[in-house]
């Protein structure tokens, strides 16, 4: 029988990891067949192939599960056996000798070098599990595709008017949409609230301890997230992968191969679990993600500052690069090196991306290939009483519960076709659903703005219109509000209805296009004699405003 295991494992590498699970079951299902009128035998055929699933603690390791039936010597070696079948030990951790320097290294400088952060302020301090589990889980959503910089201020804020759970839970959305205008990726406020709304009402104000219980209860609530909860917030030794951690590891360990496919993925969670410390967990994770933010960054990485440079395989390979170069010879694998030649690595690089050497160890990780955001074209207009009882309104209307920018408020928009044909017509019905017969002559177009969002990049024609001489309305129909510009500017708005009324300040309807104020915002300033140069040689063109930039 243990020969049968051992040829079942030799055999793997041959169909590539998606095999691996089918042999298993199979192995498992010969046996099963062989010993069912035994005791061990019965036991086995009780675990159907629906049931062979890594346990709890393997969940984050990318590996196979250790089974119970494999013969003696050979289940505490499955996970190795497979995983060098399908990668080099050079992309490994051979020895706990490099483990343990690893993390001593890493936590040594954590201490020192460490930012002083609000949301480790309270984790630090905060002896109630659940506040501080809390605090964490608040931060760890807002980080996600947002700088720290940004951050800390809504951070603060949001800590201030939320201090716990039971306050967020009890919050509004709109309350929840005003404090987090501008911070983008708006479902994440959302969702963040429907988890604090179940923690209270169905989990008794508890927060689930652990990564597995993390994840599986809580909405929005994902592996990483739970992961960092748990270590954090909890002291569970689970290995947590963001965006920083897979450049560290990548580049420590050389990984070439995309970092976004299922197996690469994989093995990088396995790695950050066999590396997070037992003992200080929430330390060693926040020290990885510290280290690839302020040191191991994406250009220009601090490789003199690094902790674990003794330890890192792509410095060590741009070292070899750069020898190799000074004298002249011809570009070969090291004997340390993982051949990438061979096709049977799938941590190593493609042979069509080689090595550059301008980039140095940023040649780890390999870049993803995006699809593009798909374009969508809207015409919005900021609708304004100038002379309403106590100031200038203009008129928000609120978007659906569902979809992009959810809840929002925004002007009066309409979904166009690109060519922009009768987008003025049709913008004029919305605001007349919204607001009654209106003056078309003054509907006035301003400029464009471009906003792209994770995945949609959208062209808003601007339009503006001032109701000069009529009799101010003073009641909005429901879904729609007449605010003050003071007003405006702290509802639950996105950053790109904020731009679009930026577009309207700058270009007041019946002005001139092209103010300075707005040609400056989207252009450099030139030269006299390149303006010069620039009026004679290009034909005149309309100077709408035009504001381009991603969403955070």
Request: a positive charge.
């Amino acid at each position: 029988m243990a020969g049968t295991w051992a040829l079942t494992l030799r055999r793997i590498h041959l169909h590539g990891p998606g095999a691996i699970m089918k042999k298993l079951r199979a192995a498992v299902g010969s046996r099963c067949r062989k010993q069912a009128s035994s005791q061990e035998g019965r036991e086995i055929c009780a675990l159907s192939s629906s049931q062979v699933k890594p346990s709890a603690p393997n969940a984050y390791m990318g590996t196979i599960p250790e089974f119970p039936e494999a013969p003696a010597g050979l289940a505490g070696q499955q996970k190795e056996v497979v995983l060098q079948a399908s990668v080099s030990p050079y992309h490994l951790f051979r020895d706990t000798a490099e483990v343990t320097v690893f993390r001593e290294s890493l936590l040594s400088w954590y201490d020192q070098e460490k930012r002083d952060l609000p949301w480790r302020r309270l984790a630090e301090s905060e002896v109630d599990l659940d506040r501080r589990a809390y605090a964490v889980w608040v931060s760890e959503v807002m980080l996600q595709q947002t700088q720290v910089a940004t951050v800390i201020n809504y951070y603060t804020r949001w800590m201030q008017k939320w201090p716990t759970l039971q306050d967020l839970a009890s919050a509004s959305l709109e309350e929840v949409n005003q404090l987090w205008a501008g911070l983008g990726y708006y479902s994440r406020g959302r969702r963040l609230q429907e988890g604090a709304r179940k923690v209270v009402e169905e989990l008794g104000g508890h927060v689930p301890h652990t990564a597995e219980t993390l994840q599986r209860l809580l909405p929005g609530v994902g592996r990483y997230t739970a992961g960092a909860i748990a270590s954090i917030a909890f002291g569970q030794a689970v290995g947590v992968v963001d965006g920083n951690v897979v450049r560290v590891l990548c580049r420590v360990r050389a990984i070439g191969a995309d970092p976004s496919s299922t197996f690469v993925s994989q093995q990088l969670w396995s790695l950050a679990q066999q590396l997070v410390d037992p003992t200080r967990p929430g330390d060693f994770n926040q020290a990885a993600m510290e280290l690839g933010a302020t040191v191991c960054t994406p250009q220009h990485p601090l490789c003199s500052q690094c902790p674990v440079q003794s330890l890192c395989q792509a410095r060590q390979k741009v070292e070899r690069e750069q020898l190799s170069a000074s004298q002249s010879l011809p570009g070969s694998a090291d004997v340390e090196e993982c051949a990438p030649n061979t096709g049977q690595c799938q941590l190593c690089a493609p042979p069509s991306e080689p090595w550059d050497q301008s980039l140095g160890v940023a040649n780890f990780p390999r870049k993803a290939s995006r699809k593009p955001p798909r374009e969508e074209c809207s015409a919005t207009c900021v609708l304004e009483q100038p002379r309403a009882l106590g100031g200038a309104r203009i008129l928000l209307v609120q978007r659906p519960n569902s979809g992009l920018l959810a809840g929002l408020w925004e002007f009066p928009s309409v979904t166009t076709e690109p060519s922009g044909q009768h987008q003025r017509r049709a913008l004029l019905q919305e605001l007349q659903n919204w607001a009654g017969p209106l003056p078309a002559t003054r509907l006035q177009h301003l400029g464009q703005v471009v906003h792209t969002f994770s995945h949609i990049k959208l062209t808003y024609q601007v339009y503006g219109l001032a109701l000069e001489g009529q009799t101010p309305v003073t009641v909005a129909p429901p879904g729609a509000r007449w605010l003050t510009r003071e007003e405006f500017h702290t509802a639950a708005v996105s950053a790109a209805m904020k731009k679009v009324f930026r577009v309207y300040e700058g270009q007041q309807p019946g002005t001139c296009k092209g103010s300075k104020r707005s040609t400056l915002s989207s252009q450099k300033k030139l030269s006299p004699g390149q303006q010069v140069l620039d009026s004679f040689f290009q034909p005149h063109i309309p100077n709408d405003t035009n504001f381009n930039s991603a969403a955070q």
